[in-house]
């Protein structure tokens, strides 16, 4: 009896040890991603959207998304004078929660478009009259595309969010000298881009493909960027990443479903992201109208790319992005 009495008071002990070892572990967790986490929003105390007051541009009126298909606004900007506040950047990702397939449409910022109730523009001055939500008004009225939720991104914070990312950088093949613009010279050749550095690649248009190269350039930024999401690092630095990211990028999506998008894209992690821009080849003119020089694309060609490069598989959607960019 006595030997299964101690048999009992090792195990029992066995247990506390055990215990008491998992509570420590999950309160270093703990401590850790709250650390993590104050870390990354001291980063982004220069944050725009720290300081601005919610206002009607904060209404976001998108529909509830449907078959498991989400599509998110993406806004990059930093509302430099000299461009009036205009989104620098806009893209829709696409996300199909069945195949936990990615896609993102890049959209021209020049694109020539009937805004809603304010005539005919170009797709960037949406931004400046109404916020996100008159930019997916224009979306649905000119390509019939709904949008479900809105992504902001303050230029500001790109290089931290991309150094914390890949604090080893990212490699880009960079095929001439650019300079005018990014306030820095990057040389040609392979190179491996920082933050400062990244952003200035994805931000410069004075070559000869003007703008049309900075969307090339930004969709191989962010098809490299996910791809390095996906790192051990990078969940490592999740906890950072989301404090700076709460600073530095305005969204109506939910936590949820965040966590949703993070897990299917974690789940099938070697799945590329396919992309495509409109307009896409041969379905524009670009005349000098009264808002400057625009691009007039044909829609019914371009709504027709649109809806093919959503339903068809990814290796139709590859071969899409491959004409664009040839």
């Not at 401590?31 to 976001?60: H, P, R």
């Not at 791809?227 to 969204?251: C, F, N, Q, R, W």
């Not at 099938?268 to 524009?284: E, M, V």
Request: proline residues 4%; negative net charge.
């Amino acid at each position: 009896m006595r030997r299964i009495d101690k048999k009992k008071k090792r195990g029992r002990k066995a247990i506390k040890i055990a215990l008491a070892l998992l509570l420590i572990c999950i309160g270093l967790g703990v401590y850790y991603w709250v650390d993590q986490y104050k870390q990354g929003q001291s980063l982004a105390e220069d944050s725009s959207f720290n300081k601005k007051d919610k206002d009607e541009n904060d209404i976001f009126d998108g529909p509830e998304p449907q078959y498991g298909e989400i599509n998110v606004l993406l806004l990059g900007t930093d509302a430099r004078k000299d461009e009036d506040g205009r989104s620098d950047s806009l893209m829709i990702a696409h996300y199909n929660q069945d195949k936990k397939e990615a896609k993102l449409i890049s959209i021209m910022r020049d694109t020539y478009v009937d805004i809603p109730n304010h005539g005919k523009q170009k797709i960037n001055a949406a931004f400046s009259i109404g916020g996100p939500e008159l930019v997916r008004q224009t979306i649905k009225e000119n390509f019939g595309l709904d949008v479900h939720y809105y992504a902001m991104v303050d230029f500001k914070g790109f290089p931290k969010i991309v150094d914390i990312i890949a604090p080893n950088g990212i490699e880009v093949d960079i095929p001439y000298p650019m300079s005018h613009g990014i306030g820095m010279t990057l040389q040609p050749g392979v190179q491996t881009l920082h933050g400062d550095q990244l952003l200035g690649y994805v931000r410069f248009r004075y070559d000869y493909k003007n703008d049309f190269g900075r969307v090339e350039r930004q969709q191989e930024v962010l098809t490299k960027l996910k791809e390095e999401a996906v790192s051990l690092h990078s969940l490592m630095s999740l906890p950072k990443l989301l404090g700076a990211a709460d600073g530095y990028i305005d969204t109506n999506l939910d936590k949820m479903t965040m966590l949703s998008i993070a897990k299917g894209i974690l789940d099938n992690k070697s799945q590329k992201i396919a992309t495509l821009r409109i307009p896409i080849d041969n379905s524009y003119d670009d005349p000098d109208t009264n808002v400057g020089r625009v691009l007039d694309i044909d829609f019914e060609t371009n709504i027709k790319a649109i809806e093919q490069f959503l339903d068809d598989s990814t290796d139709l959607a590859d071969k899409n992005d491959k004409e664009n960019v040839e």
